[in-house]
């Protein structure tokens, strides 16, 4: 991990496949968190996410469980504009950062797979993508996030990568 320069908002770019369940709910968990931090901006975005499309109803539900809104999430696709400005990029699974370095392989230092972030010494895992399936499905899906992005913190705190 590169340390940044915390002058200006750091800005965490949260990515999966279509931007309706896995992205926006690791996208509320943050904002969530640094609610109180204005020096902070998330957002997400997915490989193949068709403009505008709502979060996944479940998406929505197991969210809102946990007191996070995702009503008003629309999905974006991923672009050079939004891989650029980003600071970090927070992939569901490794696909997802070969379909970056693809388009450019000099950002591969602000890359990272979420998953890898699970407590288990096993690299290359993935968060599993709901999408299709059971509210239980989603629930388990925001419970795995929820861990590998406190974990994720935890260990960007210690590298003094994020603003306090």
Request: contains cysteine; aromatic residues 6%; proline residues 4%.
């Amino acid at each position: 991990m590169t340390e940044i320069p915390h002058k200006k908002k750091m800005k965490i770019l949260t990515l999966c496949t279509g931007n309706i369940c896995r992205s926006p709910i690791a996208e509320g968990i943050l904002r969530a968190v640094f609610q109180v931090n204005p020096s902070i901006a998330v957002s997400s975005a997915g490989t193949h996410a068709v403009d505008g499309n709502p979060a996944a109803g479940f998406a929505i539900l197991a969210a809102r469980e946990k007191n996070i809104d995702l009503m008003g999430h629309r999905a974006r696709r991923l672009d050079s504009v939004l891989i650029y400005s980003s600071d970090m990029i927070l992939c569901m699974e490794p696909s997802q950062i070969e379909w970056v370095l693809s388009r450019d392989s000099s950002v591969y230092e602000k890359v990272y797979n979420l998953a890898d972030f699970s407590g288990t010494a096993e690299s290359g895992r993935k968060i599993a993508d709901p999408y299709g399936c059971s509210l239980r499905e989603y629930r388990l899906c925001f419970d795995e996030i929820g861990k590998c992005i406190h974990d994720f913190i935890v260990t960007c705190r210690e590298k003094n990568l994020l603003p306090e």
